[in-house]
């Protein structure tokens, strides 16, 4: 038979064109599984409608600003009160221990807090200590019932006897306890305690707290070097 070299090239050129196309496909397939991986993707956060206001149902756990710094983590008590001295961001978890941190959440100071970066992730802020107002005014019977509506009903975090606690309002709110200007951690349990955004005067800053004993919630000031959970509002 004769060799048909017209018909072996075509043949070639065909396999050829094929073996581009597939490279095409998988260089593709590859481009678009990079642009998947490398987009940003969009966190959500469950959340919970009381009154007018749109709330976090969980503490905040972010390690970094809204643009992307880090924030500084604490873990010795030198590292803590240093950045307080300094007036520099900080957060920790209860104890150092990250077990807490999937419970509780982070303890922030104020300093994270007030960061022009953003401590709040996109969409969210951290109240003011009007908007906490807001919040305890629209709960029937104002501050000294809406602790209880705001309190997990669970005695596995909350100590016994979680007095008056039904958690109507959707809250959810936990005793993270919180961590002092030295270092020291206290009340895992006991209080769960709130920065607001608002400064009292200008070494302290508004909180609200829960207490285990009773069903009210209490508003205080305390030192913006202390280290306290962060519940978000949505803007």
Not at 132 to 147: E, F, I, K, N
Not at 159 to 172: L, Q
Request: with cysteine.
């Amino acid at each position: 038979m004769p060799f048909n070299r017209a018909g072996n090239n075509l043949k070639h050129i065909k396999m050829k064109h094929v073996s581009l196309i597939l490279s095409a496909v998988v260089m593709t397939a590859m481009m678009l599984s990079s642009c998947e991986k490398d987009a940003p993707k969009e966190v959500t956060f469950e959340e919970v409608t009381i009154g007018t206001q749109v709330w976090m149902t969980k503490n905040l756990i972010v390690d970094t600003f809204r643009n992307g710094d880090p924030i500084p983590e604490a873990k010795t008590n030198e590292e803590w009160k240093k950045a307080g001295d300094n007036k520099q961001p900080a957060w920790c978890y209860y104890d150092n221990d990250s077990a807490n941190g999937y419970i509780y959440g982070k303890l922030y100071n104020w300093y994270a807090v007030n960061d022009p970066r953003g401590l709040a992730p996109d969409g969210w802020h951290v109240p003011t200590d009007a908007e906490w107002t807001v919040l305890t005014d629209s709960l029937l019977g104002g501050t000294d019932v809406a602790g209880g509506k705001m309190k997990t009903t669970d005695t596995l975090y909350w100590r016994s006897p979680n007095t008056a606690a039904t958690n109507e309002s959707g809250f959810s709110g936990l005793p993270g306890g919180f961590r002092d200007y030295n270092g020291s951690f206290y009340n895992i349990g006991v209080y769960g305690s709130w920065w607001s955004s608002s400064e009292y005067i200008t070494i302290n800053a508004w909180i609200r707290f829960l207490d285990y004993y009773f069903g009210s919630v209490s508003r205080n000031y305390y030192s913006k070097v202390e280290g306290f959970s962060v519940r978000c509002l949505r803007d």
